[in-house]
């Protein structure tokens, strides 16, 4: 599948941005979606995954403020991102696979498709 990402931006701290990640090319629905993001001179690290099955998982650092969701008509991943911190800032990536098991959910070399990334930068 391939994957654009879009919807990065500057923002205050407090605001909120909504990310995108429009995918083509296979079945959608049938894949795993996650959010990566990396900041200069840290690893990349997982952000939020939404299973086929619309089950989410999100890292302890934006749980209560960022929401992952999907439109499988749209073929399309969210990421809702509310009360943004200046630690949030980073080039934030989505990824996509079929095949992941849950242990594997929130780890980059578990996905197989890569979107270009788009630039999230908080001000404090």
């Known amino acids: 599948v391939q994957l654009q990402a879009s919807g990065g931006g500057l923002v205050q701290a407090g605001g909120s941005l909504r990310l995108s990640c429009a995918a083509s090319?296979?079945?959608?629905?049938?894949?795993?979606m996650g959010w990566f993001r990396q900041a200069p001179g840290k690893e990349r690290e997982f952000v939020a995954a939404?299973?086929?099955?619309?089950?989410?998982h999100y890292a302890d650092s934006v749980k209560g403020r960022f929401t992952i969701s999907r439109d499988n008509a749209k073929n399309t991943v969210y990421l809702q991102m509310n009360n943004l911190k200046p630690e949030d800032t980073a080039v934030y990536y989505c990824?996509?696979?079929?095949?992941?098991?849950?242990?594997?959910?929130?780890?980059?070399?578990?996905?197989?498709?890569w979107g270009q990334g788009t630039l999230v930068t908080v001000s404090s």
């Open positions: 990824a996509g696979d079929r095949g992941i098991i849950l242990s594997s959910i929130k780890f980059p070399y578990a996905y197989d498709s």
């Open positions: 090319g296979d079945t959608f629905s049938r894949y795993t």
């Open positions: 939404i299973r086929y099955s619309s089950t989410t």
